[in-house]
Structure formats: structure tokens, C-alpha cells
């Protein structure tokens, strides 16, 4: 019943410092240990019986494991850091240049509006060419000729 009850003005500004420090040092801690846990699945130099002991090391003995693997393979740790992002960044560019058809679709609006700006097509001929190539039809290198004669005949000299 005499139990002495503590009130927050109890606890020192100092020790709600410390307290915090631990708190983020030891959430820091569990992000190493993820980290390294990632990175031992990623290399893939590493047979698979190293893997298993590394990763058996740093969960059953994890202040241990991690600080002997920092020492070990921390260096290597960067590297193949390094090498996953700019196989990311290839890959991701890749698939622009894939999905973008590498510009294609770019110089054929670009000939199409020369062809129109010379006069070789109207601007009726230019909009239905135009919608063909971004739609995804038939090539946008013979417009005039893929459509049906227009009304109105184009003069040679424009």
C-alpha cells in the first residue's frame, strides 16, 4: 500500500535525453540488422550454406553477428549497394526507351509536321496521320498515300 508513486516532473530532463538517445540507437540497430539480413540474400557471390550461417549467426548472436559482419563484409556491403541501384536505373531505363518505341513515334511527328510545313500535306491529311501514328496504326511514313484522295488537289509549287 506504501507503494511511491513517480510523477513525470520525477524524471530529469537529462535522463529523458539519455532514454531518447537509447531509444534511437536502438531503433538504428534493428535498421543495420535488416540491412545486413537484405544484404546477405542479395550477394549472390556467397553459396548458399554461407548465407544460412551468416544469417544464423546474426539472428541467434545479433550484436555479435552484425558487428563481425560490418568488419567482415562492409565494404562489400556499398559495392553491391551500388551495383543494385544502377541495375535498377538500367533496367527502369530500358523500359522507357522499350515503352517511348526508342523515339520513333517522335520522328514521325517530326516528318509529318516538315511534310506539312513544305505543303506536301494538307492539315486534314496531317490530323488523320497524325491520330493514326498515335493511336498505334499503320506507319506514319506514307500519310498522303494511305488515305483517300482529298477534295481539294495540292499544288506542287507550295
Excluded at 28 to 47: N, P, Q
Excluded at 109 to 122: H, K, V, Y
Aim: proline share 4%; with cysteine.
Amino acid at each position: 500500500m506504501n507503494a511511491q508513486i513517480y510523477l513525470a516532473y520525477d524524471y530529469p530532463l537529462l535522463s529523458a535525453f539519455w532514454t531518447m538517445l537509447w531509444f534511437f540507437l536502438w531503433i538504428l540497430w534493428f535498421i543495420l540488422l535488416f540491412r545486413i539480413i537484405v544484404d546477405i540474400f542479395r550477394d549472390d557471390s556467397m553459396s548458399g550454406w554461407a548465407k544460412a550461417g551468416w544469417l544464423v549467426f546474426c539472428v541467434l548472436l545479433p550484436f555479435l553477428g552484425v558487428l563481425v559482419y560490418v568488419i567482415a563484409r562492409g565494404k562489400d556491403m556499398g559495392r553491391r549497394e551500388v551495383a543494385q541501384a544502377r541495375a535498377q536505373q538500367q533496367a527502369f531505363d530500358s523500359y522507357i526507351r522499350e515503352t517511348a518505341g526508342s523515339g520513333g513515334g517522335v520522328d514521325d511527328l517530326a516528318r509529318l509536321s516538315e511534310m506539312r510545313a513544305r505543303g506536301d500535306i494538307t492539315d486534314e491529311e496531317f490530323g488523320r496521320a497524325k491520330d493514326q501514328l498515335l493511336s498505334g496504326g499503320a506507319p506514319a511514313g506514307r500519310p498522303a498515300s494511305s488515305s483517300t484522295p482529298s477534295s481539294t488537289p495540292s499544288t506542287p509549287g507550295r
